[in-house]
């Protein structure tokens, strides 16, 4: 396959892995985050001034098989359907720090003056999984998506 059909079949590839990375992150953030390696998660709801907290092992961790994928994909044996998958990956990890790390916890100073429903419903979410600190009774475990009941929950209680 070459030309048009392969870049279309590529992108949705892209697209495709892209949206099945929130399911995963989903999952990993609930039962593994949540679960058995919250000795790493606990940094990440508790306040503190420092830059770096255990949690960022995760992004680390996280990286290492997009990295393999890309290495695997282009110099051991050349596949543009393994790369999509890479690009896939990489523009959810992309959009997480982006969301996550500089629009949510401002890491990096930076809030959008406009913001749509959709990013305000987010962040809210976000706030509401952060209420809890401890790694019971969570909710919200998703970082690009929230489903609308958050529009309306009061964060405060």
């Known amino acids: 396959m070459s030309g048009a059909p392969l870049i279309i079949v590529c992108s949705l590839i892209v697209i495709?892995?892209?949206?099945?990375?929130?399911?995963?992150a989903?999952?990993?953030?609930?039962?593994i985050m949540h679960g058995?390696?919250?000795?790493?998660?606990?940094?990440?709801?508790?306040h503190h001034k420092h830059v770096l907290?255990?949690?960022d092992l995760f992004a680390l961790v996280f990286s290492i098989p997009c990295v393999l994928l890309f290495y695997?994909?282009?110099?051991?044996?050349?596949?543009p359907?393994?790369?999509?998958?890479s690009i896939g990956i990489l523009c959810y990890g992309i959009f997480y720090m982006i969301f996550h790390d500089i629009i949510v916890h401002q890491r990096i100073k930076w809030w959008p003056k406009?913001?749509?429903k959709y990013l305000n419903r987010m962040i809210k979410a976000h706030h509401i999984h952060h209420k809890k600190h401890t790694k019971e009774d969570g909710e919200a475990?998703?970082?690009?998506?929230?489903?609308?009941?958050?529009?309306?929950?009061d964060i405060t209680k």
């Open 16 to 24: 495709g892995v892209f949206l099945f990375m929130e399911a995963v």
């Open 26 to 31: 989903w999952f990993t953030h609930k039962y």
């Open 36 to 46: 058995f390696l919250w000795s790493w998660h606990r940094s990440h709801h508790t």
């Open 53 to 55: 907290e255990r949690n």
């Open 72 to 79: 695997y994909s282009t110099l051991v044996i050349y596949s």
């Open 81 to 85: 359907y393994l790369i999509s998958v």
């Open 114 to 116: 406009k913001r749509s």
């Open 141 to 153: 475990f998703g970082f690009l998506y929230a489903p609308k009941k958050f529009e309306k929950r």
